[in-house]
């Protein structure tokens, strides 16, 4: 890392955890605005979509999460993903002539507490990754500068090391697709103490169109 990459990671870092406290206080044009230089760098037009919609959905969030939410989703995503990882994604791109990728998707296990109709999981072979694998696939990620990583499966409140790869990546920061028939109070609780992880939960519709797919009550399991 070059001095002017040092000078700039250490400024971008203490702008953000100033910014982060403002950041509820901003209109979403202008966090747009601010960040579509960097989000122009996504090769195609549908990540560019997707990153600007994840970013006003976070900046909605943070004026509801807990302070340890607001923490990791400062350092974690605005910082290690677009600030450090950027560099990173750089430095790859300049040793292998070809850019590594902006996130990474992993489904650790195809199991499910659900049937629901037509969905792909049921069709998969249900065995599962060990933690072991998974971290050494997230380690490997982080140095091409991949910081953002989205869980599928399956459920992956199924797994039972779950929560161990959360805290082992405390540095990386996590989107879970889920049912959200696992997140109890509990879970909740475990997760706001953790701060780096971002449930989207997945319904249908409204409660007909939803009980009607996933089971009977599965729509007041998530509310």
């Not at 490997?140 to 992956?156: D, W």
């Not at 090391?161 to 109890?184: A, P, W």
């Not at 519709?205 to 007041?220: M, P, V």
Request: aromatic share 12%; glycine share 8%.
């Amino acid at each position: 890392m070059t001095v002017t990459d040092r000078l700039f990671v250490i400024t971008a870092k203490g702008a953000i955890k100033a910014g982060v406290k403002i950041l509820p206080l901003v209109r979403d044009e202008a966090l747009l605005s601010f960040s579509r230089s960097r989000i122009a760098r996504v090769p195609w037009p549908e990540g560019q979509a997707f990153m600007e919609k994840l970013l006003v959905a976070g900046k909605r969030a943070i004026s509801q999460a807990s302070e340890k939410c607001r923490e990791k989703a400062a350092m974690n995503f605005l910082y290690n993903f677009l600030v450090l990882g950027s560099l990173r994604r750089r430095k790859f791109r300049e040793k292998h002539g070809f850019s590594p990728p902006y996130l990474l998707v992993i489904s650790p296990t195809m199991k499910c507490n659900l049937s629901c109709y037509g969905c792909y999981a049921g069709s998969y072979c249900r065995r599962e990754l060990d933690l072991d694998t998974v971290v050494n696939v997230l380690e490997e990620a982080k140095q091409m500068g991949v910081y953002f990583v989205v869980i599928s499966g399956g459920e992956p409140f199924v797994w039972k090391y779950i929560f161990d790869l959360f805290e082992i990546e405390n540095d990386v920061y996590f989107q879970v697709y889920t049912n959200g028939t696992l997140i109890d109070d509990v879970v909740a609780q475990r997760l706001s103490e953790l701060g780096n992880v971002l449930p989207c939960i997945s319904v249908e519709g409204f409660e007909e169109e939803t009980d009607s797919r996933r089971g009977k009550g599965c729509l007041l399991y998530t509310s």
